[in-house]
């Protein structure tokens, strides 16, 4: 079992940066992938980017050049870094994670089995 805890979540403008945390319970969270999501209001829950348990990354193409996921396993915890903030990244983001045996891109919310409560991040113009 893994528990998940964002935070990090807040009010900034266009441009503006962020950092997102998501601490994690376990003491085997390294051998898990780990990924972000977000939610805007009135849309479907999007894949952000995911880390695998050998920190091999991916993002989507939204985010790319702007967010980098990162994991500190000695502190079970995960980060996203967003720079270059957009009103359009406005949603509220949860981190998730998977214990898998091999590599392969966890894109969807079917692919993950733990999830945090999320945190809010609005970006203004």
């Known amino acids: 079992q893994v528990q998940l805890v964002e935070s990090g979540g807040g009010l900034v403008q266009a441009g503006d940066s962020l950092r997102l945390s998501c601490a994690a319970s376990?003491?085997?969270?390294?051998?898990?992938?780990v990924g972000w999501f977000r939610q805007a209001p009135g849309k479907e829950r999007e894949f952000v980017a995911q880390?695998?348990?050998?920190?091999?990354?991916c993002n989507t193409d939204s985010v790319k050049g702007r967010f980098t996921i990162s994991r500190d396993n000695a502190k079970n915890t995960v980060y996203l870094q967003m720079n270059s903030l957009k009103p359009e990244d406005t949603a509220i983001y949860y981190c998730?994670?998977?214990?898998?045996?091999?590599?392969?891109?966890?894109?969807?919310?079917?692919?993950?089995?733990?999830w945090g409560q999320g945190t809010q991040v609005t970006v203004s113009s």
């Open positions: 376990g003491r085997t969270f390294s051998a898990y992938d």
């Open positions: 880390m695998s348990r050998d920190s091999i990354t």
């Open positions: 998730a994670a998977k214990l898998q045996l091999r590599l392969r891109a966890l894109t969807t919310e079917a692919d993950y089995d733990y």
